[in-house]
């Protein structure tokens, strides 16, 4: 029996011949060897509150699945955000029996992976379903060690002038005004700090393997800094003062306390 609805997602997607999971903007992503993504597993995404793959299903799934108008929170189906409009639909993993699920699942495959690998394709086997999901497993953001990392952040943070603290794409933003220069989330399970640093101060940090370049942000001068194992405070702290001035204006900067303008 799988342990929770997202090993209950990944078994179903694994037993599909030549696929791979890999992170992909924070989420597990399931794809055909070096080919294309066709599972997308998203926990709370947005605060939703859904456990849900996004499928690239086949042309004609939404229609056949989401409701017209679309219903509530407590629809199996939906259209996902951003890919939905490409014809994707997702569904809530834990609000279908497992022959249904794995269907939809292997119905996104067979729409993706190369017509070869379709006779490889085995019956889907008996799995019980996992306990009903609980608060952490909705929203990872709950963790202890997470919290942790949010409260410590949030002090230094708050700190500096004119700062405020919102949530973005799932993850935790602080701004000076209304820019944002940090941003607590996952990758993965991985917990992770992204700041701003610029394209030269990021070429120097992703030499560190604690650091990469997340998507999207990457390219705009963002680094993400992996804080799963032990943390060096002093060094978040000069990156977090760092992006603080990156994107703050003269009023704001002046009202650095001499402290940390030193």
Not at 1 to 22: I, T
Not at 183 to 194: C, F, H, K, S, T
Not at 216 to 235: H, I, K
Not at 237 to 260: F, G, H, N, T
Request: hydrophobic share 45%; net charge neutral; with cysteine.
């Amino acid at each position: 029996m799988a342990k929770n609805w997202f090993e209950l997602a990944q078994q179903l997607c694994l037993a599909l011949p030549d696929v791979e999971e890999f992170i992909s903007h924070g989420a597990p992503s399931f794809r055909v060897k070096k080919g294309k993504v066709f599972a997308m597993y998203a926990a709370n995404h947005h605060g939703d509150g859904r456990l849900a793959l996004w499928l690239n299903s086949p042309p004609g799934a939404q229609s056949a699945w989401v409701p017209e108008p679309p219903g509530d929170l407590t629809d199996p189906y939906f259209v996902p955000p951003y890919l939905g409009p490409r014809g994707w639909l997702g569904v809530c993993v834990d609000r279908l029996a497992v022959p249904a699920l794995g269907l939809r699942v292997r119905e996104a495959y067979q729409n993706t992976a190369p017509i070869r690998l379709h006779d490889l394709i085995k019956p889907i086997e008996p799995m019980a379903l996992p306990p009903p999901a609980s608060a952490l497993e909705v929203d990872p953001l709950l963790a202890p060690v997470v919290r942790e990392l949010v409260q410590r952040l949030r002090d230094l943070c708050l700190a500096l002038p004119e700062t405020s603290e919102g949530t973005s794409y799932g993850a935790t933003v602080w701004r000076a005004g209304k820019k944002a220069f940090v941003q607590m989330g996952l990758n993965g399970e991985r917990p992770e700090i992204v700041f701003f640093t610029g394209g030269e101060l990021q070429s120097m940090l992703v030499a560190d393997p604690r650091y990469r370049l997340p998507a999207y942000f990457g390219p705009r001068g963002w680094t993400a800094l992996d804080v799963s194992g032990p943390c060096n405070w002093p060094e978040i702290q000069a990156l977090l003062l760092s992006s603080y001035r990156e994107v703050a204006i003269k009023r704001m900067l002046s009202k650095l306390p001499v402290d940390v303008i030193k």
